[in-house]
Structures are given as C-alpha cells and as structure tokens.
C-alpha cells in the first residue's frame, strides 16, 4: 500500500515538473514570438518612413524646376534625378562605413565591415535604407540655390564628394554614438571601439533627425556654391540692387512645399527607429512647427515689403520643419510652435542678408537649410522639456557651427577644385538660351522656341 501510495506521489510530482518545463518553454517561445513580431514592426515601419523620405526628391524637384525658369527647369529635374543616383551609391560603398562605422578617434568610422558580409535577413539593411534618403536630401538641397547656371557634371562631381565625404564625416561627429552598436537590433555591434562614437555625441549633443546633420549641411554647401559661382545675369542691377527673376511656375512650387510637408512626417518620425507612442508627438510637433513658420515667414516679409508673398509662405513652412527637425523628440507642441515661427522669421532675414550681399539663391536653400537649421539646433537646449542648460545650450552652439562651418569650408574648396578643372559655371551664352537646350539639347516646353537671348520668339 505504500509503495503504491510513494508511486502515485512520484508520478504526480513528474507531471508537475513536466508541465512547469512545458510553461516555461511556451512563455519563452511566446516570448521570442513577441520580440520577433515587434522587430517585424519596427522594419515595417522604417520602411514606409523611407518611403515617404523618399518622395521628398519630387517635392524638392517640383520645387525647384518651379522657382527655375522654363528654359533651364528640365536640367534642374535632370539634377534631381541624377544626384540620388549618385548619392546613394556613394553612399553605400564610402558614406556609410565612415558615417556608422565603430569609431577609435571621435572624428570618422573606421570598422563597419564591408556592408555585403551581412547576411540577407539582417535588419542592418532598413537601416542603411532610410540612411540613403538622408544623404539624397543633403544632395539635392544644394541643386536649388545653384539653378539655372551650374554645369551638369560639375554639380554631379560635387554631389559625390558630398555624399561620399562630407556629409557621413560630419554625421559621424553627431551621430556616432550609434556605432557602438548600431541601433539594437539593427545588426552590427562593434566591440572595439575605444570611443563610444562621434566626439559631439559623446559631449551630447543632440541631433534628433538632422536640422544640423542633413539640413545646415546641405544649407553650407549651397551658401558655398552661390559664392563661388555668382549670380545669374541680370539677376543684380550694377548698383547691387536686386531684381525680380521670377520662376516659370509658382503653383509648381506649393505642390513640391506640401509633399516635402508630408514626407517630414516620415523624415522625423522614422529616427525613432520604432513604432512607438512617442511617434505621434515627433510628427504632431513636426505639422504645427511647419504651420507655425509658414505663417511667421508670410507675416514677417508682409510687414517688410507690405504685401503678403507665397514664396515667404511656402519657404516658412519648410524653415519651421528644418528648425524642428532636432529636437521634435524633446520639446512641448507649445516650443514647437515657438520654434517654427522664429525658424520662419530667421529664414526671411538670411535671405535679405543674402540679397544686400549679392548672393543668388534660387529657391532659398540657404535661409531655410541653413539659416533655420542652425537655429533649430540651438533651440533644443532652449525648449528641452528637462528644463535648460547652459552646457547643453554650449554644446548645441558649438555643435551646428562646428558641422557648418566644416561643410562650408570643404564644400567651398571643392566648388573651386571642380571650376579650375572641369569647370562649374556655364558661359553666358548657354545660360542665356538655357541649359535645357545647352546642355541636353532638350526642352521642357517644345511648343514655345527661345532666341539666343532666351527670349520667347
């Protein structure tokens, strides 16, 4: 009776070992399922916010062949097209090793492998794919300021030194800090780093999505180009005063500035790099920064010149989600409406700064990239929810004029290398009949047929 009564303890003390190990291998496999599904999630997300950064080349396209005149809008349109091209391949076989690589000295990427070793399912390679539409962005904000004048290969060349170069260098410096392991769960962890990434990241500096990193970059790269090109003919009268040369479709214009609106929604909330809650303030606070400089930068130039302008509008919208850009994870919807509207108001003085020193900027790359960037930078430690600090506000300072200046200056030797070589203005002759027809025998409106002078006969 005993034994029986020992044998039956035996086997009920089995079973409930054996349903404890069965729990607990379910609750871990529910466990690697729910990580599994939520990594899913994340890429998915990463994606369409690459996507949507993705038409962003439309709306800088149909922006600027907008603000261009019509015999010049199908070269711009051949730039915009082209230099993505070009970016991102750069991009992919110099840019990205430099700019996310493991850093040892603070200052560029040394230890990425060659991005091919990663196997096929690895999710480094969303990763790199929403990366790639930054530098395309940082591209082809500087194909605007130079239109209507800059040589086809002239600019391309520049466009690579930029996407291979320039910019993931000074990436690293603010984004480095990712390097030591590239965004958990996004693939490649270096363990060697004697730095934990870029010198900037490591004093703190904040950077969220790129008012400094894509925007005051590509802003200090058009500033270089304007001056060391000039001016489109007629476009200063001898004694330096400005006058009109109007684009050949403003309408063209609102389109390009709304679906770069939209495509910010994807730019800032997809550098959360997950599908989370704190999405919908990032791209909340994007729309109302947005709203608030296209209404500052309008105000602002009605009080100026007396009348209300669209291009102060729409280049106000695009200067408030330049200056918002950093710190659309650390501010109130309230700063962020402060920011915008001085972002709109900063835009509309740097471009009348920009005109008193005879400085041709198509379509406002430098005010708004620039101009507002900067200010958006400096304005995180400013707004920043937890509360202000004098060394953050320092280290926003040091940082955004750091990165711009080192962008102006590479940018502004390089523009010079490529003149004295291949050459980056056009003669007035072809600027003059257009560079549709000069440089790719084409035009973008074949009905209308333009003199040598390049005016309608």
């Known amino acids: 009776m005993i034994m029986r009564y020992l044998l039956i303890m035996l086997m009920m003390s089995s079973a409930a070992i054996a349903q404890e190990a069965t729990a607990e291998a379910v609750a871990q496999v529910s466990e690697s399922a729910a990580d599994s599904i939520t990594l899913d999630m994340n890429l998915l997300f990463v994606f369409v916010c690459a996507g949507m950064v993705f038409l962003m080349q439309a709306g800088f396209c149909l922006l600027e062949l907008g603000y261009a005149r019509s015999k010049s809008c199908l070269n711009v349109v051949m730039k915009n097209a082209t230099d993505i091209c070009v970016a991102v391949i750069l991009y992919f076989v110099i840019g990205f090793g430099i700019m996310f690589g493991a850093s040892k000295t603070g200052w560029f990427g040394t230890e990425l492998p060659w991005i091919s070793d990663f196997s096929v399912d690895s999710p480094i390679w969303m990763f790199l794919l929403f990366q790639s539409m930054f530098v395309g962005t940082a591209a082809t904000i500087v194909s605007g300021a130079l239109a209507e004048r800059a040589k086809f290969m002239g600019y391309l060349v520049f466009s690579a030194v930029l996407s291979g170069l320039i910019y993931p260098i000074s990436g690293h410096w603010a984004w480095g800090n990712l390097s030591g392991g590239l965004v958990e769960g996004f693939g490649y962890v270096a363990e060697s780093s004697e730095s934990s990434g870029g010198w900037l990241a490591d004093m703190g500096f904040i950077d969220f999505a790129g008012s400094t990193v894509v925007h005051a970059v590509g802003g200090a790269a058009a500033l270089a180009g304007i001056i060391v090109i000039g001016a489109r003919k007629g476009r200063f009268a001898e004694d330096g005063t400005p006058k009109l040369v109007s684009g050949h479709n403003k309408p063209l214009v609102a389109l390009g500035t709304l679906i770069l609106w939209f495509g910010w929604f994807g730019f800032n909330g997809g550098s959360a790099l997950e599908i989370n809650a704190s999405v919908g303030r990032i791209t909340f606070n994007t729309l109302l920064a947005g709203c608030a400089g296209g209404l500052s930068g309008m105000i602002c130039y009605w009080g100026i010149q ?30 962020a409406v402060l920011i915008g509207l001085i972002g709109g108001i900063v835009a509309i003085f740097v471009e009348l700064l920009l005109l008193k020193a005879k400085l041709d900027d198509v379509v406002g790359a430098v005010p708004v990239h620039l101009g507002a960037g900067v200010w958006g930078t400096i304005a995180v430690a400013i707004f920043h929810e937890g509360g202000f600090s004098y060394n953050q506000l320092w280290v926003q300072t040091l940082g955004t004029f750091i990165i711009s200046a080192y962008a102006f200056g590479v940018s502004f030797l390089t523009f010079k290398l490529i003149g004295m070589t291949i050459g980056i203005r056009t003669s007035e ?28 006969d």
């Open 306 to 335: 007396g009348r209300p302008s669209p291009s102060a509008l729409l280049n106000g919208i695009l200067a408030g989600c330049a200056a918002i850009t950093a710190g659309c994870a650390n501010v109130t919807p309230i700063s």
């Open 429 to 456: 002759d072809e600027e003059a009949i257009g560079l549709d027809f000069a440089e790719h025998a084409s035009s973008a409106y074949p009905e209308f047929s333009t003199n040598v002078a390049g005016e309608l």
